[in-house]
């Protein structure tokens, strides 16, 4: 596996209170991006960020936030969390191609999240 | 607006049968196709892609046609084994949008 790390693993929460999600790599890849996973619809991009401080949104965005601060950390922050935010969080990496088209996305080993 | 179909969402074959998926894209863009599997409780790994610039790529047993004028591409597993059994998904395109997801079962 690339080197890619998210934690937590598993976290439960109350609806309301904040909470932070983190992805960590050791590959240098410039892309790096949020998805949720939940039964029936796969994989849906939340945010993603081109570089550092350079973010942009996914299919699913509200309710959620980013940071990028460095190149190996990205951050996903809900502010409040609801119950329908409960799912599955997967961070993945990618480096551009010479053509600048997208490329293979390494994922990292997912969290899962339940907010009651 | 721009998606990607998968179909279909569940598939059940006997060991040593072929399997097909097939996914069904709208953005005439795009120029990257790669199929995702997913084991239960694991992360999406690439098991395979393919480039705009060509028509079918094989490794092994599992190869992926394209089809851009239809804008279709598919997945072909042959001889299955039961450690084929896995969600597969096709993308992301352009826009970072996936399949929703195939349920393959291959029964020993």
């Known amino acids: 596996d690339a080197g890619i790390t998210q934690s937590p693993r598993h976290k439960v929460t109350e609806t309301g209170t904040p909470v932070t999600l983190r992805c960590h790599q050791t590959?240098?890849?410039?892309?790096m991006y949020w998805y949720r996973q939940d039964p029936g619809h796969g994989l849906r991009l939340i945010h993603y960020?081109?570089?550092?401080?350079?973010?942009d949104k996914g299919e699913v965005s509200d309710g959620y936030s980013v940071s990028r601060s460095k190149t190996e950390d990205f951050l996903l922050t809900l502010e409040s969390a609801t119950s329908s935010q409960t799912s599955v969080y997967f961070c993945?990496?990618?480096?551009?191609?010479?053509?600048?088209?997208?490329?293979?996305?390494?994922f990292g080993p997912g969290t899962r999240l339940t907010v009651l | 607006g721009e998606n990607v179909e998968q179909h279909p969402s569940t598939l059940s074959v006997q060991e040593g049968d072929s399997a097909v998926i097939k996914c069904t894209y709208s953005?005439?863009?795009?120029?990257?196709f790669p199929w995702y599997k997913q084991e239960l409780g694991k992360r999406p790994q690439l098991i395979i892609d393919?480039?705009?610039?060509?028509g079918e790529k094989k490794d092994q047993r599992i190869a992926v046609t394209l089809n851009k004028t239809a804008k279709h591409f598919s997945l072909h597993i042959t001889e299955t084994q039961p450690e084929d059994s896995a969600v597969y998904f096709c993308?992301?395109?352009?826009?970072?949008?996936f399949g929703a997801g195939t349920r393959l079962t291959v029964k020993p």
């Open positions: 993945a990496i990618s480096e551009s191609s010479t053509s600048g088209s997208i490329n293979e996305q390494f």
């Open positions: 590959e240098n890849h410039r892309y």
């Open positions: 960020s081109y570089g550092v401080k350079d973010t």
């Open positions: 953005d005439s863009a795009s120029n990257y």
């Open positions: 393919i480039r705009s610039n060509v």
């Open positions: 993308g992301p395109d352009n826009d970072m949008r």
